[in-house]
């Protein structure tokens, strides 16, 4: 087994893992950073966002503004503290990624241009067209080859962590072309593998997001925080899942049901204008237009497709000159995929799963309960998203804490001591044996695919956008079972290079702890909040008992166990949440009271 | 022990494995004509510098049926080689903005094989004007 | 599976270093419906006919740049080629042309990841900037520059249409050319004169023969043939006024 030696392992190539490893080289030069990705960086899932990335630009905003939509956003389940700290900190790291060469879509007069997005009180979000994400990766990839002291393992396959001594001291990763493993010894480790959404059925997410980085810490002790909220976006391609950025309602466009009209306003978003108005109708959260989708379709109001009911995204009045300006993938996706050319006729959409709101637990620091052990993005529950994260708040995380899993990932290596290699290396050959056990092994009669279809149904029935104790526990049993058989997965392929039937078989069983951790946080949340709402009984939120993170800890062949953590309310007390013209006069009332 | 041994596909008949590459083949051996062409007129050039019989021998020459086929040939290839010149001078210069707007690649084309028309007729008339 | 599914036959072109001398034709049958992609009438051979079957995809929505594959001969992104276009007649699919085969259809891009190093792919300021000073103004017509050019997702099937490279691998190729004029022409950009010495070098732009290929199968419109050719023409004249000006031209 070949082993190397740096200080700083990252997990993940991503917008957080490029952004965490620059923030350890600038921090000191003499640290060996070793940047470990299944894919080569700039095919991680950064790459597919496609509306922008928020911080306050226009003189109109504020800071008070951004951290009041993020909390209330968040339906109140945010760490107000790292909220207040993450409002102040995107507009400077947007514009060192500006001073890095993203192209930032520019006003005439040479600044950055910002857009409106769903429930953001004012335009916030900066953007490259409809390929912000695509942009800031590459950015963030290119400008990462800057620095001799990132070593990067592209194409190595990260299957578990390696602690000792009560501190995370390294990594174990499959080199996937030679199908070898190395150790990477580190002082301290930063996982940034992004979310799970392919643990359900239809999803917006590339093939790789399948919550590796999750399990691993899972698995070592580290709590999954908030796993229940999982994020629906309502306006994506029926069958694939490919996502139509908000954007595209950021720049006018309008969501209709089967009889052309704008359905949203039946539910406390109105009143319908014809122009976008800012934190109203299709401007308003995702989780509330998806489930406006849901009560539509209950009602008979959507429109039959061959891949389930769809409603209308329709762009036609923005022209076509402006669509492919502002939205030229948008277009492209439409027209290619689809047959659709979205200047003259509507895009059929419907809901798909998007982004998982919870993750690995952290502080403000990015710092998990394990020592040494850091995370960033989507993979981490820093606290910024609550039960529901708002459109663009997403792309600026990564960076603003990537950076500060960096810096901190640093610091901690130079505080402590290399650990004990013969040790290390002991630990590392027992998952060797492991890992390659799972291929070696014969005589299994369980298919992966399958496998992870049943699993993927299984999810989209009991943690859709609606949910009752019922199916939800059916999904529980469900994934139980999935695991059990699991046990008994064949792999056909047993060879060394470039094995992708044995790293599906890896993922699968990340993703089935992941899915797990979802399932029985959402049947023990007995009320509804953000994106996870309920129907049978607990039909509000119960700030009383559910103020709450839930927490789920890695029980070994067993059910995880949830318990609640504290929601660090600091200025802003748990209010209504409205939107559209409920929504101002709402804060108007607020304002009053505190005259 | 390193199991890799990527494999390394031949290049040979590269260019009959795809339409693409065939009519470049072809557009680049239209140059031959060209070449072919120059060869022709330099050698007339030799024979008017050797006098008016010289030169009288080079013309006859010409008449035969053999040089006008390959001068309707060398018509043809030259023609199909300047087409495909201005086809792609788009990919080969920086960007024509006209009045903010970036000018077609069609555009483009258009213009150069405009210019070459009008060229080739100038200096036909030029030489029927001569000539009469 | 119902009586009237349509079915296709997908011909993929297997390498199994560990088993194979060389690459072989296997044929497979795939059932599908018309708006499934090659890539997902693949992944259907993987998931039920042959688990073995290895080949790189995420996005599917072309912009991840993983799945570029040779189909029918053309270089083409998977997941955005329709089976429907090609039914009843069978689409053979192969791993991109002009790269060594890891296995089945994964090509080694290892040379691409070098090149894309050797370009300086970042900005080398022209004026520093502190953040506190806010960003660099671009115009939108500066940004026009170069967009294009920033648009490349590395898919390689640039490279794959490039018969130049595919006889000379060393060869900086399209892709890697597009992102070096990309910086070159930022307006915030002051690292030219580095970058042209490899523009003008063996392995540059004079390795083009103006086939255009490339840019014909980019999915993303960058045109990176364009990129190549405005950068002869930029190294012709540096060469030129290398003889004309004190300083030696831009180098």
Known sequence: MEIYKADVVIVGGGGAGLRAAIAVAESDPALRIALVSKVYPMRSHTVAAEGGSAGVKKTTDSLEYHFNDTVGGGDWLCEQDVVEYFVAHCTEELTQLEHWGCPWSRTPDGHVNVRAFGGMKIERTWFAADKTGFHMLHTLFQTSIKYPSIKRFDEHFCVDLVVDNGRVQGVVAIEIASGELSLIEARSVVIATGGAGRVFRENTNGGVVTGDGMALAYRHGVPLRDMEFVQYHPTCMPGTGLLFTEACRGEGGFLVNKDGYRYLQDYGLGPAEPTPRNKAMELGPRDRLSQAFWYEQQKGRTIEGLHGSVVHLDLRHLGEEKLRERLPQIYELAEQFMGVDPARAPIPVRPAVHYTMGGILVDGLCAAPLAGLYAAGECSSVGIHGANRLGSNSLSELLVFGKVAGVEAARFAKSVAPGNSASLLRQAQAVEQRILGLKKKTGGTERIATLRKEMAQTMEDGCGIYRLAETMQKTCDKLDELKARFRNVNLEDKSSVWNTEWLLAIELEYQLDVAQAMAYSAINRRESRGAHQRLDGFELRDDVNFLAHSQAHYVADGAPRIDYGPVKITKSQPGTRAYGAAGEKAEQERKASHV | MNKRRPYVRSMDGWWRKNPFFVEYMIHEGTALFVAAYAGILLNGLVHLSQGEAAWNVWLLGLKSSWYIGFHVLTLIALGYHTYTWFKIMPRTMPPVVVGGQRLSAWAITGSGLAVAAAAMAALLGLVWGMAR | ?251
């Open chain 3, 1 to 251: 599976m119902s009586d009237n599914q349509k079915v296709i036959e997908i011909e993929v072109l297997r390498y199994h270093p560990e088993k194979d001398k060389e690459p072989h034709k296997q044929v497979f049958e795939v059932p599908f419906t018309d708006d499934m992609s090659v890539l997902q009438g693949v992944q259907y051979i993987k998931d039920y006919l042959d688990g073995s079957l290895s080949f790189r995809w995420s996005c599917r929505m072309a912009i991840c740049g993983s799945c570029g594959m040779m189909i029918n001969g053309e270089p083409s992104l998977s997941c955005q080629t329709f089976l429907r276009d090609y039914y009843p007649a069978r689409v053979r699919v192969e791993a991109l042309s002009h790269f060594p085969i890891e296995r089945d259809l994964v090509i080694n891009m290892e040379g691409f990841m070098e090149k894309l190093e050797s370009i300086q792919p970042y900005i080398i300021p022209k004026e520093p900037r502190t953040l506190q000073e806010g960003e660099y103004l671009q115009t939108p017509e500066q940004l026009n520059e170069y967009e294009q050019f920033s648009s490349c997702i590395n898919c390689l099937l640039c490279y794959a249409a490039c018969p130049q490279f595919g006889l000379n691998s060393s060869f900086i190729g399209p892709a890697a050319t597009a992102l070096l004029h990309r910086y070159n022409v930022d307006s915030r950009d002051g690292g030219k004169a580095e970058r042209m010495e490899l523009i003008n070098s063996e392995e540059g732009v004079f390795n083009c023969t103006a086939v255009g290929y490339c840019s014909e199968v980019c999915p993303k419109h960058v045109d990176p043939a364009n990129a190549v050719n405005q950068n002869k023409t930029i190294s012709a004249a540096d060469y030129f006024l290398r003889f004309l000006t004190p300083k030696g031209g831009a180098k």
